[in-house]
């Protein structure tokens, strides 16, 4: 085991000789482990060892036993040791989040404020990595979910990913070292422990290896990340300016979407593996996407950018937020929309059957409706087709001219939804679900024309 440390260790440069490593101690077999090993290479590697634990409080007194645990054996080898204490719970019930999401973003923040100038040693090992590798792909993940937990993220490493859960219990028998068990970790109340528990045994009954397979596998997938990450650094010394990206487009489009990725994240836009296909479409063919509220991903095939464009007062742009009832950006047209629910929507569809409805499902829209004319660089998946089109190239195929001054089109959050006289985008089309819609006329001095669309949310 203690060789298997080493070599990660300097496979990733984890230490430098005069480096204090604290040691995120919880009392459990893997963090005692670690801090056991820790002692062992402190000389050969050339760093002091320290020790820091953190009580979430939700167990009571045995949250306060591994506290104490964790003390004594700190004192024990000599080891500088602090404790800190934080109300997971309160935190979690504030926030409206999970209680094992609230403990880690309160113990990391607890680790980053210990840690100023110093590395953080965590205890993850070999199974920890099998267990977030399934956890990344059963949520759905690319080749960076499969490379699994780094072994170095700024001032954290993790010595012990290449070591089996099996060889540190063995390790700590052999020497007689006792340690705490978490009573939270034998239940199947979390996610992961159900992995741990069900998912795994079942694989290992395929291949009893498991462990050794996986850890060569990701050895190799950690590897092959590795230099992609190292090619995307390069094209962003070449390509990134800020919130630009300029001459992207000539590049691998495994290179691009990690590009725009990084820039997404960085300016704390959403981030999914369908937002980042459609920033890369934009990017090779130009056009305008919503990203986040007035924030849209730019690309005249050349230099794409995240650019702010308020939604109103520009020259020469029409739009007004969408409500029930009479709507106008134009003179002497009124877009009128009813809410109604799938019920009435289907009474008037079997009454007027010479009328062409338009439906579309309330609570598919995202965020705020507004109603406005057309952008240069508007595009739509239209409903029934896998793919989006530019409304331009759709006008000029389907509209006659004399008809394209006055177009009416709406837009939510994420995009457009609606394009007069072309449709209905696929993402907000009704289906079996569907409870509500909105019916749209559309009502000038000469014509109306009726449609169905939802609007701005109640």
């Known amino acids: 085991m203690l060789e298997k440390i080493v070599k990660l260790s300097q496979k990733y440069n984890m230490f430098i000789s005069g480096d204090i490593v604290v040691c995120g101690l919880s009392g459990g077999a893997d963090s005692v482990c670690l801090l056991l090993r820790l002692c062992e290479l402190r000389e050969r ?136 068990t978490d009573s939270t970790n034998l239940t199947d109340d979390y996610t992961r422990n159900r992995i741990r528990h069900r998912v795994i045994p079942l694989l290992r009954e395929i291949n009893p290896s498991l462990n050794a397979t996986f850890v060569s596998s990701v050895d190799g997938l950690r590897d092959e990340n590795a230099y992609i990450e190292a090619m995307t650094d390069a094209a962003e010394r070449e390509c990134l300016d800020g919130s630009r990206l300029m001459g992207l487009a000539a590049y691998d489009t495994v290179i691009r979407c990690r590009c725009i990725s990084r820039l997404l994240t960085r ?126 190239k759709l006008i000029n195929e389907n509209i006659p001219p004399e008809e394209r001054g006055t177009l009416h089109f709406i837009e939510d959050s994420e995009g457009t939804v609606f394009a007069e006289k072309l449709g209905i985008a696929q993402r907000v089309a009704p289906d079996g679900n569907t409870k509500r819609l909105f019916i749209i006329s559309v009502v000038n001095d000469k014509q109306e024309w009726s449609g169905s669309i939802d609007t701005k949310k109640k």
């Open 45 to 180: 590697l050339g760093v002091e060892v320290e020790a820091l634990h953190v009580n979430h409080c939700l167990r009571g007194s045995e949250s306060d036993r591994d506290e104490d645990f964790c003390r004594c054996l700190c004192a024990r080898l000599g080891v500088p040791f602090t404790a800190e204490r934080c109300d997971v719970s309160g935190y979690a019930s504030e926030r409206s989040m999970s209680t094992e999401l609230a403990a880690r973003e309160l113990r990391y923040d607890i680790f980053r404020r210990n840690t100023v100038g110093k590395k953080l040693a965590t205890a993850h090992n070999a199974d920890d990595n099998l267990e977030t590798v399934i956890l990344n792909l059963t949520r759905g993940t690319a080749l960076k979910g499969l490379a699994g937990i780094p072994p170095v993220r700024g001032n954290i490493v993790r010595p012990l990913l290449a070591v089996t859960r099996a060889e540190i219990e063995a390790f700590l028998a052999d020497c007689g070292q006792n340690f705490v």
């Open 267 to 392: 300016k704390n836009m959403p981030v999914t593996h369908e937002r980042i296909r459609e920033c890369e479409d934009i990017l090779i063919n130009g056009g305008k996407l919503n990203i986040s509220g007035d924030i849209y991903f730019i690309s005249d095939g050349i230099t794409a950018e995240l650019r702010a464009i308020p939604r109103t007062v520009a020259v020469g742009e029409l739009s007004a937020p969408l409500k029930v009832g009479e709507n106008s950006i134009y003179r002497g047209i009124s877009l009128i929309c009813e809410l109604v629910d799938k019920a009435e929507y289907d009474r008037r569809r079997d009454v007027n059957k010479k009328l062409t409805f338009y439906a579309l499902d309330y609570d598919k829209i995202k965020g705020e409706a507004v109603l406005r004319n057309r952008r240069n660089g508007d595009r739509i998946q239209l409903r029934g087709r896998d793919f989006r089109s530019s409304v331009k």
